[in-house]
Nanobody, 125 residues
Framework: QVQPVESGGGLVQAGGSLRLSCVAS????????MGWFRQAPGKEREFVAA????????YYEDTVLGRFAISRDNAKNTVYLQMNSLKPEDTAVYYC??????????????????WGQGTQVTVSS
């Protein structure tokens, strides 16, 4: 299996929390870092957060800064996205992706090589 595998999505009320998990396996293990993206119906896929496997440097999209936190467990080859203070506009399919590229922008989907199938997050008002 090459693709990362996401889990942890679901339905939550506004103001609630969810934690997404992403397990990397196969060739997806040989990545420089992992990112989370999301795509709402009728919208383009957008960057949420990313993290470098080695140093743990984290990067965030402005609208989630202070509410979401990305972390990694290298021993488990797993990346997490803790989402707090969720809003209805956070509703989307969330994708985990791995990149082998060390340079470039962490927010660019085309710079990622391996993509998961996605997990639905729905925030009710």
């Amino acid at each position: 299996q090459v693709q990362p595998v996401e889990s942890g999505g679901g339905l939550v009320q506004a103001g609630g929390s969810l934690r997404l998990s992403c397990v990397a396996s196969g060739r997806a293990l040989n990545t420089y870092g992992m990112g989370w993206f999301r795509q709402a119906p009728g919208k383009e896929r957008e960057f949420v957060a990313a993290i470098r496997w080695s140093e743990g440097d984290a990067y965030y999209e402005d609208t989630v800064l202070g509410r979401f936190a990305i972390s990694r467990d290298n021993a488990k080859n797993t990346v997490y996205l803790q989402m707090n203070s969720l809003k209805p506009e956070d509703t989307a399919v969330y994708y985990c992706a791995g990149r082998t590229l060390s340079g470039g922008r962490w927010s660019t989907p085309n710079d990622y090589d391996y993509w998961g199938q996605g997990t639905q997050v729905t925030v009710s008002s």
